[in-house]
T-cell receptor
């Protein structure tokens, strides 16, 4: 079993819809949680990061962490075709040098 | 803010030659930088962690004599692929530790290496 599980998709939504992405993890030692967006042949772009349970909002993005259930989510409101990309969740442990453990990525397609 | 650049973005080299890739944090200082490689449709694979002024720490299975990493300053880390072979062809991406203390990493745009 992988430490971080993420549905590979593809997830197809109409423009303007809410995109809902999830990751589950097995290692309760994870302290830091991040979401990245990666376009083809580009480096990942940091969207959200947090270290506490609860919600964090930034513009169209909301990150949610539930440490008791070992579950994180990312919501994208008012989705645009330009949001079509692969979304990666990532987690880290400070004592492990902040090395990131990634989910496998979810491919999202926003249709105009 | 928090921009990481890489140079070159794309390089072709002949088998047996060496290639150097630069990673720079443009608007912040990075004590720690990371190097990854990524194959098509796969997730990122961590190769090594480099800390400014000290030797890099390589992940299991990564040849440190083949992938030389130098982190000479708080804004620059380099990866040199020595005696490159076609199987080294890949997408190499660096990242830098953010400054918030929340474990975030900022990634460069990546370097596509093709060895002929």
């Amino acid at each position: 079993q992988k430490e971080v599980e993420q549905d590979p998709g593809p997830l197809s939504v109409p423009e303007g819809a809410i995109v809902s992405l999830n990751c589950t993890y097995s290692n309760s030692a994870f302290q830091y949680f991040m979401w990245y967006r990666q376009y083809s042949r580009k480096g990942p772009e940091l969207l959200m990061y947090t270290y506490s349970s609860g919600n964090k909002e930034d513009g169209r993005f909301t990150a949610q962490v539930d440490k008791s259930s070992k579950y994180i989510s990312l919501f994208i409101r008012d989705s645009q075709p330009s949001d079509s990309a692969t979304y990666l969740c990532a987690m880290a442990i400070k004592a492990a040098g902040n090395k990131l453990t990634f989910g496998g990525g979810t491919r999202v397609l926003v249709k105009p | 803010g928090a921009v990481v650049s890489q140079h070159p973005s794309w390089v072709i080299c002949k088998s047996g030659t060496s290639v150097k890739i630069e990673c720079r944090s443009l608007d912040f200082q990075a004590t720690t930088m990371f190097w990854y490689r990524q194959f098509p449709k796969q997730s990122l694979m961590l190769m090594a962690t480099s800390n400014e002024g000290s030797k890099a720490t390589y992940e299991q299975g990564v040849e440190k004599d083949k992938f030389l990493i130098n982190h000479a300053s708080l804004t620059l880390s380099t990866l040199t692929v020595t005696s490159a072979h076609p199987e080294d062809s890949s997408f190499y991406i660096c990242s830098a530790d953010g400054t918030s203390g929340a474990g975030e990493q900022y990634f460069g745009p990546g370097t596509r290496l093709t060895v002929t």
